[in-house]
């Protein structure tokens, strides 16, 4: 299903960051500031080049005008607010597009994964890796890590995840936390065929990035459960694995193609080519 394109969006200037971080929102009038807030501080501390993308999936909750206020605040802020609700697949996706950074992290509009964690991605991705992913079960494996998580979620957590290993994701231990670092063209060759525009889109994302064999990094990272969750574990976990399935067809029938060429302007040459990394 092709993602909407009908849109408001708001633009400062050409500036091109080192990072960009994409965040899809639905109705987060209530959570999104203070995880804005936390962001900003932090980055700020860090005094990198950066901006941050709000993807207003459709709200009825005020989320756009909020988000639209803090542009005028911040010229980092950026908004994109879509008239009807697509899912999160589309509104990653459009933050993606739209991204100038070299550096691509989304993140979720609760803040459950603290930004601080950014740190330890983009490690991973200096050592070498083209894709970073943040791990709630890495992390529970680990008492240095605090992971907040109630044992309903935990357990059918496991249970898919031991499903999608069968289905064709294999080697990790969490593929839908909230929280993933990508490289520009990395980033631009898997979203540029990515098509699915619900919660099955992370699935989608590793699955397409394994066939590519690009190196993925899974690095636990502190996580905290927050109120307020619009994740319904039991019946999006079903609905995840039979778009998973639609996934597999897709790639059977050569959906997903080649590999996206990035122009030669466009590429950083401190970071490494759109080319798949030998494990």
């Known amino acids: 299903m092709a993602t909407q394109r009908c849109s408001i969006e708001t633009q400062h200037s ?6 960009s971080v994409i965040i ?27 901006e941050i993308i709000v993807v207003d999936d459709g709200s009825k909750d005020g989320t756009s005008q909020l988000v639209a206020a803090l542009t005028r605040e911040n010229r980092r802020i950026r908004l994109i607010s879509s008239a009807s609700n697509m ?26 994964t603290p930004i601080e964690e950014l740190a330890r991605l983009e ?10 992913i ?9 008492h240095a890590y605090t992971v907040r998580a109630g ?26 936390c909230g929280f993933k670092l990508f490289r ?14 619900g919660y099955a889109f992370d699935l989608e994302l590793l699955y397409i990035a ?26 999006d976990g079903m609905l995840m694995l039979r778009e998973f399935v639609h996934v597999r067809r897709r790639d059977a029938q050569g959906h997903y193609g080649a590999r996206y060429q990035a122009p030669a302007d466009l590429l950083n040459p401190s970071l490494s080519a759109a080319e798949p990394s030998q494990p």
């Open 14 to 19: 050409d500036f091109a960051p080192s990072l």
């Open 24 to 50: 899809p929102a639905f109705n987060e009038a209530e959570r999104l500031p203070s995880t804005l807030q936390r962001i900003v501080d932090y980055l700020d501390r860090r005094r990198t080049s950066y």
């Open 87 to 112: 899912g999160k697949g589309a509104a990653v996706r459009r933050g993606m597009d739209a991204a100038k950074g070299d550096f691509r992290l989304f993140a979720d509009a609760d803040g459950a």
């Open 123 to 132: 490690a991973a991705i200096n050592a070498g890796a083209d894709l970073a």
């Open 134 to 142: 943040g791990s709630r079960a890495l992390a529970s494996r680990d």
């Open 151 to 176: 044992r309903y979620r935990s357990t059918l957590g496991s249970l898919f995840n031991l499903v999608v290993q069968r289905l064709g994701v294999t080697g990790l231990s969490d593929t839908q």
């Open 184 to 197: 520009r063209a990395i980033a631009q060759d898997l979203f540029s065929v990515s098509c699915v525009d």
């Open 210 to 235: 394994q066939q590519r064999r690009y190196r993925i990094a899974e690095i636990p990272v502190n996580w905290a459960d927050q109120p307020g969750s619009k994740v319904r574990p039991w019946r």
